[in-house]
């Protein structure tokens, strides 16, 4: 029997093995030689004071790192100031049964998937510091209090440092009691990022940073044609250059240039000949795509997200329907940091196995390791991903790890020296995961009174799980597809009461491979959906926050964030001197577990020119750990999604991506950004995410606002191919 793990395979192991978090909490003795002993997989204190604290989930800029750390720290009751953070590698995970649980990051889901057992792991670290001070003192434990890294009992005191070594050595309590959150010291507080000094000074190593004695550098080329494969190179021609090593073949589609530097391995390998097998898309166009899509919208056969009432009788006897189709494009994830790994294949040596380790900025460490081993042909434990910071990863580096397992490939053609892979910019947008490609067809029936009755929302279009584990694809479904538009639940729920409503899928594939695109189908959603009820009030002749609150009247959580944005952005009130010319749109929607709301003001110009002002945006996300970060995810989204609402759109000639790099993908500037006023409202009882739901609202509530000031509609993207007068 093989030895060997696909990655689905780890995948499907580790997963299962999710449900024993709290196993590998307390491992005593675990360090060896002089290393401080941890009191558990996620508290470590060193004789200095200072207190080590283990992260899981990656951080990308999304602030998860401190807001985790916050959360450890504030049941730990330690000293903040002498907090530091280090990753746990996915190959620890695997050989402590994932004691630290998922490393997955991603759909907003670092702080609001892991708060519980991340927080029993500072608790039961405090309960071990007391008990061994009690020791010493031979007192009762529940005499003892602790602060700010010290243990105080009636006037006499012992650090966390002097305790640590003793407090290794004890059991961790079978059971332990969290802080109400209505006690938090710490947590819930605006708090600085613990990875703000190292970027600003320079000292934080990304992965296109890495150096390691004796690197090799390698460049890359893939197929341009999606489906295509390498027909033949001439390696000859280029093997003379100065400082090229070596020319990989890479799978089936791929060629490689290995040489001492990124640039000498890059320009060898644009001078490398080259002859591409294109294959079966080599004629594919966005045309073609959009048509395929345009078919889905009419097709008898869909798959259904949700559903109630009877749809069909209900328009056919509506007093007036209201129709349109809207569309969103492919869009790149464009991140700074290019895809890259450094990779080092050590050959076996008596006593001792091969090994394959890997430095790469990943989202999920699981499945880079997982990656790692299917490529290497080496079982996980002999494979290790040293996790590094992202420069950037929006879905991108989640769950396809694509040039991690090319890295790998390249590597074993040149044992025992570690080689670094990095993408051109050219070769990242061309070769991405991308925003799925979809239309939508909204038909609406009111009554005589112009109350809405009727809803049918037809998406067509592409479906990520299709493209990434159409394992999990049930009965022709994505559930996915439906995000923000389910009946009901904690992820994503429809506000809106509607008596007749149907909301369902044509599935259409293109050869254009999809991924998780930061804030995935909620953001598209929202569009259709919000952009559609401003429709339906003005063709109601209704005023668009009446009809909403009229519709949510059911949902308090959705109509608090909407009434909190409307008050702050004075809808309804005359506009300020000066500010005559300025519009507003609104848009809301729930996903990712919060309540998000979005009032811009915007102007356009005689010629056209359009001018965002100003956003406010308004989240609940139940409970608030650093309001601080949160107002900086919220103003971060918004920047990532205006970007893909102006500019955003991957197209597609003969089978390739036509964008190549910034220049004709462009992405914001500063003189496109809008002042952004953050309301932040945690009305408790639950934990939502907020690195993605205020994306989805960022589109829908300029587009409004460009039709209150215009009058007319926008319902394909990017607006940069539009005229706005």
């Avoid at 009762?140 to 305790?163: D, F």
């Amino acid at each position: 029997m093989s030895t060997v793990l696909s990655r689905r395979a780890f995948l499907h192991t580790t997963s299962a093995a999710a449900g024993g978090l709290m196993v590998g909490f307390h491992v005593p003795a675990l360090a060896e030689g002089d290393a401080p002993p941890e009191l558990n997989a996620w508290v470590q204190v060193l004789p200095d004071e200072t207190t080590v604290i283990r992260i899981a989930r990656s951080e990308m800029g999304q602030g998860t790192l401190t807001g985790l750390a916050q959360l450890v720290a504030e049941e730990l009751e330690c000293d903040w100031s002498k907090v530091k953070t280090e990753y746990p590698t996915p190959g620890q995970n695997l050989a402590r049964n994932r004691a630290w649980g998922s490393m997955s990051t991603g759909g907003s889901r670092g702080v609001r998937e892991s708060h519980e057992y991340v927080r029993k792991g500072g608790a039961l670290a405090r309960a071990m510091l007391i008990q061994a001070a009690a020791n010493q003192w031979n007192v009762s434990v529940v005499e003892c209090s602790t602060a700010s890294g010290w243990v105080v009992h009636a006037g006499k005191r012992l650090s966390y440092g002097q305790l640590a070594a003793e407090a290794a050595k004890l059991a961790a309590p079978a059971d332990i009691q969290l802080k109400p959150v209505k006690d938090w010291k710490l947590a819930g507080r605006p708090m600085k990022r613990l990875d703000t000094r190292a970027k600003l000074d320079g000292s934080l190593v990304y992965g296109m940073d890495l150096q390691l004695p004796g690197m090799l550098n390698a460049a890359i080329k893939d197929c341009p044609v999606f489906g295509g494969r390498l027909k033949s190179f001439d390696a000859a021609a280029i093997e003379g250059r100065p400082g090229v090593k070596k020319v990989v073949k890479v799978g089936d589609t791929a060629v490689a240039v290995v040489a001492d530097t990124w640039w000498r391995a890059k320009t060898a390998l644009e001078a490398l000949p080259i002859v591409w097998e294109e294959g079966p898309n080599a004629k594919l166009s966005s045309a073609d795509v959009a048509a395929t899509l345009k078919a889905g919208l009419d097709a008898p056969e869909a798959a259904v997200g949700s559903a109630q009432g009877d749809v069909a009788a209900a328009l056919a006897g509506a007093a007036r329907k209201v129709e349109a189709v809207y569309s969103v494009p492919h869009q790149n994830h464009a991140t700074m940091e290019v895809m890259n790994a450094t990779v080092l294949i050590t050959p076996a040596k008596p006593g001792t196995p091969d090994r394959c380790e890997v430095w790469t900025p990943t989202q999920n460490g699981e499945a880079a390791l997982a990656a790692a081993a299917e490529a290497s042909g080496l079982p996980p434990s002999q494979c290790e991903v040293y996790k590094l910071h992202l420069g950037g990863g929006f879905g991108r580096r989640g769950a396809v790890h694509d040039w991690v397992r090319q890295a790998v490939a390249i590597a074993k053609e040149l044992p025992g020296t570690p080689v670094k892979l990095i993408w051109s910019r050219e070769e990242d947008m061309t070769h991405g995961r991308y925003h799925p490609v979809t239309q939508c067809k909204l038909t609406a029936g009111l009554d005589a009174a112009g109350k809405l009755t009727a809803l049918h929302m037809r998406i067509s279009g592409q479906s990520i799980i299709a493209g990434l584990f159409p394992q999990n694809i049930r009965d022709g479904k994505d559930p996915v597809v439906f995000q923000g538009l389910s009946a009901g639940g904690a992820e994503g729920a429809l506000g809106y009461a509607v008596p007749h409503l149907l909301i369902d899928h044509a599935m259409r594939n293109p050869p254009v491979p999809p991924g998780f695109w930061r804030g995935v189908n909620l953001n598209q959603n929202a569009i259709y959906l919000e952009c559609f009820i401003d429709e339906v009030a003005h063709a109601a002749k209704r005023d668009p926050l009446e009809l909403r609150r009229e519709l949510l009247a059911s949902s308090p959580r959705h109509l608090a964030v909407l009434n909190a944005v409307a008050a702050k952005a004075g809808w309804g009130k005359p506009r300020a001197k000066g500010k005559e010319g300025r519009y507003l749109g609104l848009a809301q929607i729930m996903g990712f577990g919060s309540y998000v709301a979005a009032c811009a003001e915007v102007s356009v110009s005689k010629q056209g020119d359009l001018k965002i002002h100003r956003i406010v945006a308004a989240t609940d996300p139940g409970h608030a750990v650093n309001p601080q970060q949160i107002a900086a995810q919220v103003e971060g989204s918004f920047v990532y999604g205006l970007s893909a609402a102006l500019f955003g759109e991957i197209t597609i000639k003969d089978g390739r991506v036509e964008q190549q790099n910034f220049d004709s993908y462009p992405v914001m500037k500063m003189e496109h950004m809008p002042a952004v006023e953050t309301i932040c409202m945690p009305s408790g009882g639950f934990w939502g995410g907020v690195g993605e739901p205020t994306i989805a609202v960022a589109a829908p509530a300029v587009l409004n606002a460009i039709f209150a000031a215009t009058g007319k509609r926008i319902r394909d993207l990017p607006l940069a191919k539009h005229k706005l007068v």
